[in-house]
């Protein structure tokens, strides 16, 4: 059974840091692409970022590039989401996903494309 497990979350203040982990079990994680999305309230689910299977590529929303680091430890099953200089605007529930693919060299930024989804963190960012 795959369990998508995300971590990290709470209240910050504007400008602060926050580091999200996601812990993948019951697939071999370094055949699945990941990726996060976020939901606010009243709004629809968006892409974040997104890793390939190596690590060794990224995606970024341009709402969250240059603030926001998504990374990968295949050893420990976990990609890790480090959000710097947090803004009000990135309150939200953050929902990290997984999907097995052949294409190293690939990132994918529909929810759609994604087959395993966590139950999600809630992030706060007070002004």
């Known amino acids: 059974q795959v369990q998508v497990v995300e971590s990290g979350g709470g209240l910050v203040q504007a400008g602060d840091s926050l580091r999200l982990s996601c812990a993948a079990s019951g697939l071999t994680f370094s055949r699945n692409a990941m990726g996060w999305f976020r939901q606010a309230p009243g709004k629809e689910r968006e892409f974040v970022a997104a890793?390939?299977?190596?690590?060794?590529?990224?995606d970024y929303a341009d709402s969250v590039k240059g603030r926001f680091t998504l990374s990968r430890d295949n050893d420990k099953n976990t990609v890790y989401l480090q959000m710097s200089s947090l803004k009000p605007e990135d309150t939200a529930v953050y929902y990290c996903?997984?999907?097995?693919?052949?294409?190293?060299?690939?990132?994918?930024?529909?929810?759609?494309?994604?087959?395993?989804w966590g139950q999600g963190t809630q992030v706060t960012v007070s002004s």
């Open positions: 890793i390939t299977r190596s690590g060794d590529n990224t």
């Open positions: 996903a997984a999907r097995r693919t052949f294409l190293s060299s690939r990132t994918f930024r529909a929810s759609g494309d994604y087959e395993y």
